[in-house]
């Protein structure tokens, strides 16, 4: 991507603002941690996007009251979050078990008018000349850079026919599937090991019984 855009596209493709495209919007709220609730509302930030995915296992909750009036802050299945702060750039596609949750000031929600085509958009915005863009943009000194609504609208997207879109966007997300369950597998296998650790080190681990010894198990033979 030049500075001017996408330069030399293939026949047949297009380029338009991301703004043309889609509805983007800052986040809600900042939610200190004297708001935090063990169980609530989950309210996403930058640091639970990973491989593109939001991860459950890190968000912090709002509690349901507090929630109650950040409804346009809701999040569908079909959105993208994109870090506006810190790392820029960094984007993740909302799935069904994120319907509901909301997103705080540190990410822009990004909603294709035309749902069908966010599977491409997100691997738009996750390459790395894209994030590279942004990031040029970035205003602010280092560690506090932001990128804002309208900059994220101006973001030239180039577009190939919808039924290619479709075709990348399923390819890469099966791949951001096998990542996220890679890391599923990671995390769990990683708890598990922390518990059999804990059970050893201390001696509570209850041993096995043994089989085929004392009088009730042994044989003899004549």
């Not at 009036?69 to 870090?83: C, E, M, S």
């Not at 909302?94 to 997100?122: I, K």
């Not at 296998?189 to 059999?196: D, G, I, P, Y």
């Not at 041993?207 to 010894?213: E, H, V």
Request: hydrophobic share 40%; glycine share 10%; aromatic share 4%.
């Amino acid at each position: 991507m030049s500075e001017e855009g996408v330069a030399g596209l293939p026949e047949g493709w297009a380029r338009v603002a991301l703004g043309k495209i889609c509805d983007i919007q800052a986040g809600g709220p900042a939610l200190r941690k004297k708001d935090q609730v063990r169980a609530g509302v989950p309210v996403v930030r930058p640091g639970d996007l990973r491989h593109r995915r939001v991860s459950a296992h890190t968000v912090a909750h709002l509690d349901p009251e507090h929630a109650r009036g950040l409804f346009r802050y809701r999040l569908a299945a079909g959105d993208i979050l994109v870090t506006r702060t810190g790392t820029v750039g960094r984007a993740a596609l909302v799935t069904e078990g994120e319907s509901g949750w909301l997103y705080n000031t540190h990410l822009l929600r990004v909603r294709a008018h035309d749902p069908s085509q966010a599977p491409y958009l997100l691997a738009f915005l996750a390459d790395r000349r894209v994030v590279d863009w942004l990031e040029r943009r970035a205003a602010g000194t280092t560690g506090m850079r932001s990128v804002g609504v309208r900059t994220l609208k101006d973001l030239p997207v180039s577009l190939p026919p919808l039924d290619r879109q479709r075709d990348i966007g399923a390819a890469l997300n099966a791949v951001d599937e096998k990542l996220r369950v890679h890391e599923e597998i990671v995390r769990t296998t990683t708890e598990l090991r922390e518990t059999l650790a804990e059970l050893l080190m201390t001696d509570r681990m209850p041993r096995p019984r043994s089989f085929g010894t004392g009088e009730a198990g042994s044989s003899r033979t004549t």
